[in-house]
């Protein structure tokens, strides 16, 4: 039975919303054929939900999803939990602020995420326990301005800071809150690659964004590649490929095997047509369609 087919069962009257945009969470499954990558098999994950927001998932671990979802609130975020084995959902937090971008944490039993604080403003970085029993750890108290967030390892961070007029990378350590700035005119899509060096999108211009790493230990950055028009979100896999989505259309860049982007599928027969984020573990590629 799809996934859909079990989650239908779960559908209440969808509220009224704003501001937030209509995404919706899709599931297919990938694997590796030679040097490229096969995917197949679409399951549309959010019917419960399919005029709401649903996003920013994250894998906990090879069959479990953590992601964003006005599902329980239109007017609020919680955090809830998608198995993939037993096709089943369940609400994680159940807070007055709104809650943001799961990512598990190294090393511990909890996930962060960001708070967006009662006064509609303030985003603070924060801990749960995994099963989101329990009050939430605030972390970085000096910092007010998160936006995005990935652990480097159990005690250091990179940040996403919310600036005027560009958004600035940082590194951060959690519990002295020590942070540096590294530069402005950044992505909100921030991952690490094995070696433990910070991967992001550099908007250098309007038309040129760039993808690079930055080592922690030497402070320097290098370029990647370049990335297509208006596309700031990307996924590293085991292998070193990179895979984005832009339009419908699914891409994948090895830098030891490609000189440029190359076109794995087209999901426009899957009904999607505005790919944002995606994510994928072994043979599960995950993916957010908006509009």
């Not at 209509?22 to 694997?31: A, C, D, P, R, V």
């Not at 996930?111 to 329990?134: C, H, M, N, W």
């Not at 370029?223 to 896999?237: G, Q, S």
Request: with cysteine; aromatic share 10%; glycine share 4%.
């Amino acid at each position: 039975m799809s996934i859909k087919n079990i989650l239908i069962a779960l559908l209440l009257p969808v509220l009224g919303y704003t501001q937030l945009p209509n995404t919706n969470i899709y599931h297919f499954k990938m694997t590796k054929v030679g040097k490229s990558y096969r995917i197949n098999s679409p399951e549309f994950m959010t019917a419960f939900n399919a005029k709401g927001y649903n996003n920013q998932p994250a894998f906990f671990d090879d069959k479990v999803i953590y992601f964003t979802t006005n599902y329980y609130d239109s007017e609020r975020t919680e955090i809830a939990k998608f198995d993939l084995f037993d096709k089943s959902l369940t609400r994680i937090t159940f807070t007055d602020e709104k809650e943001y971008s799961p990512t598990p944490v190294p090393g511990r039993d909890a996930f962060s995420v960001v708070r967006v604080e009662a006064d509609d403003k303030t985003q603070t970085l924060s801990l749960y326990p995994l099963d989101g029993i329990g009050y939430a750890k605030r972390y970085m108290n000096n910092t007010n301005n998160i936006g995005y967030h990935c652990w480097l390892d159990d005690s250091t961070l990179g940040l996403f800071l919310v600036e005027a007029p560009h958004h600035n990378l940082a590194i951060a350590d959690a519990q002295s809150e020590r942070r540096k700035i590294i530069l402005d005119k950044v992505g909100r899509c921030i991952k690490k690659d094995k070696n433990g060096n910070l991967l992001f999108v550099h908007k250098v211009s309007a038309t040129e964004w760039i993808l690079k790493s930055y080592n922690t230990s030497t402070n320097k950055s290098s370029t990647i590649i370049t990335m297509p028009t208006d596309v700031e979100d990307f996924e590293l896999l085991n292998d070193g490929t990179f895979i984005i989505g832009k339009a419908s259309v699914i891409s994948a860049y090895n830098p030891r095997s490609n000189s440029d982007w190359v076109e794995l599928i087209d999901l426009v027969d899957a009904g999607l047509s505005n790919i944002k984020r995606i994510a994928a573990r072994r043979n599960s590629l995950i993916v957010v369609n908006e509009g």
